[in-house]
């Protein structure tokens, strides 16, 4: 056979190997708004980039006749190529080969890609579709995940690591993605859980439907599961390149460098955004807008513990992350899940170099016994533990309230935030006015001749005293107190000083934060 | 203003913090968040969606701490239910054979119990 024939073999081969499920399973894929893995490679990577790997590895079943049977490419893809001009290894489960399920060489050539992102430095996309283990493989599927698993776990805080979930993503399945960094979804197309609707039915009969127990919304509303909500597959993929642009390939690079670009201050101006009254609400994602390059802020998580907004933009073309009180919604108090969706987020920005801006608005922490019984205390003390182990750049900037554990909370000087700024709206105390003077002036009011005006007098003054950022300034907890057209101006220098910062931390083979 | 308009379109809520109301709007959850209630210990539920596979008590029986009162089967385990206080038997709910969902009733007994 001379060289032009075994040209013609290979590609034969390689059509073969290429071929997926056949007609009808790709048919019945695209039915339902699915794209093929393949065809999800090419339409989320850079034109021409895709380099494909391991297409001729072929499954290692042996019960059950499976040894008959001929599964192309085992079931999922995997390569190296580029997102938005970034290296990227990837993978994409083929639910039209068998389901997608994962036997033990459908797991190698994963484990083989994650191995090379590892060593090669570079973000891992996995793109998940798939029944769950091949059942036929047994133990030898097991091994696969746990395998996959581990991987995962290594690469944590060394490489960016997305999961996409396009389809089912059951049982143990769901560990990949929950181990990962940012997990985007799409509606009717995701469905994630550890055990289906059926068991559920069958076992404990309670009746639940695929999309109520672990649809797209349920999990970027609800559960917190999830980081990303799309319509379609297409918005996913944006959503995908924009989130890879912020974002540095390993934690010792730094995110790619933009063009500098002031904020659209037409459209966001600090002075509409703020009311003065502390107890009025406003949404502090137009304010971000207001002090970010472009105007751009790419909200993470932006359904789930609402109460907390966390997020990427730039200032002066470099990535922040971005972590503000809303009080728009429950006044912006922290709670079991803010806390938990805050933490994390800020232990990403740690791991990857990125700086940490916060805006600080808030009455404290949720009051109820649900709060207490959900164990606020260990989650609230995630926030704490994030931001005290950070060493990259912190910068605050308290607008309005900062009461009591609220106030440490939220990156204060306390934790070893970098620079605090403080606008002269904002009310540094232990609490707010009114509880507090109730307190400190219990008796005064209670034995006051009239108590409601007495307390309206002790609240007034309470309020000239304490409701101001310079008492906390004056103990030098405030760095400095600032217009609030001036905080994109603080907020550069300050960013641009603290390039070089260094601290050391003590010596440990790892902190135990109360996870 | 066209910003005012839009504010008030929006129906907010209250939440009290410290004795402070603030004007917010509440999440789903927020409001579907159990509300606490004291448990009276007599009132014995099922623990677990499952199926009753014998119950040993009856009406007006005196039941010490402990008595065996059903057994109750759920993911391939029999599970013992057993008096939870000192009492007597005010009501059975459940009869060998049903299902029953989590938290469903299915024992009432009488005993001191200050609410």
Partial sequence: MGLKSKSSDLRRRLRNARSGGGEKAIEKQKAIGKMTAMERIISLLDPKSFHEYDVFVEHAGKDFDMDKKYLPGDGVVTGTGMLSGHPVC???QDFTVAGGSLGWMHAKKITKIMDHALKLKVPLIGINDSGGARIQEGVNSLAGYGEIFFRNTLASGVIPQIS?????????????????????????ITKMFITGPEVIKTVLGEEISMEDLGGARVHCETTGNAHFYAESEEECFSQIKQLVSFIPWNNVKKAEKFPKKSPKTRQYKIDNVMPSDPKQPYDVRMLIKAVVDDSEFLEIQDLFAQNI??????????????????????????????????????????????????????PGYLPGVDQEHAGVIRHGAKILYAYSEATVP??????????????????????????????????IAVMGPEGAANIIFRKEISTAEDPD????????????????????????????????????????HALEISKGKEISMPRKKHGIPPF | MPKKEKEEKIRYNSLVVDGVKYKTLLTQKFINRPIFKEK???????????????????????????????ILEAMKMRNVVASPVDGV??????????RVSKNQLMIEIDHEFKS
Wanted: net charge positive; glycine share 8%.
């Fill in chain 1, 90 to 92: 990837i993978y994409a």
């Fill in chain 1, 164 to 188: 996409v979930i396009l389809g089912p993503c059951a049982g143990g399945a769901v560990y990949s993605p929950a181990l990962t960094d940012f997990v985007f979804t799409v509606e009717k």
């Fill in chain 1, 309 to 362: 907004v966390i997020g990427f933009s730039r200032i002066d073309g470099e990535t922040v992350g971005i972590v503000a009180n809303q009080p728009l919604i429950l006044a912006g108090v922290l709670d079991v899940d803010s806390s938990d969706k805050a933490a994390r987020f800020i232990r990403f920005c740690d791991a990857f170099n990125i700086p940490l801006v916060t805006l600080v608005d808030l």
């Fill in chain 1, 394 to 427: 912190k910068i605050t900037v308290i607008t309005r309230k900062a009461y009591g554990g609220g106030y440490i909370a939220m990156c204060s000087h306390h934790l070893r935030a970098d620079f605090v700024f403080a606008w002269p709206t904002a009310e």
């Fill in chain 1, 453 to 492: 005006d007495m307390r309206k007098k002790k609240v007034e003054e309470y309020k000239e005293k304490f409701a101001n950022p310079y008492v906390a300034a004056a103990y030098g907890y405030i760095d400095a107190v600032i217009e609030p057209e001036e905080t994109r101006k603080m907020l550069v």
């Fill in chain 2, 40 to 70: 009276d210990p007599g009132m014995v539920k099922a623990f677990i969606p499952g199926t009753i596979l014998k119950v040993r008590v009856k009406k007006g029986k005196r039941v010490k701490e402990g008595d065996l009162l059903l």
């Fill in chain 2, 89 to 98: 038997i005010r009501k059975v709910l459940a009869k060998a054979g049903d």
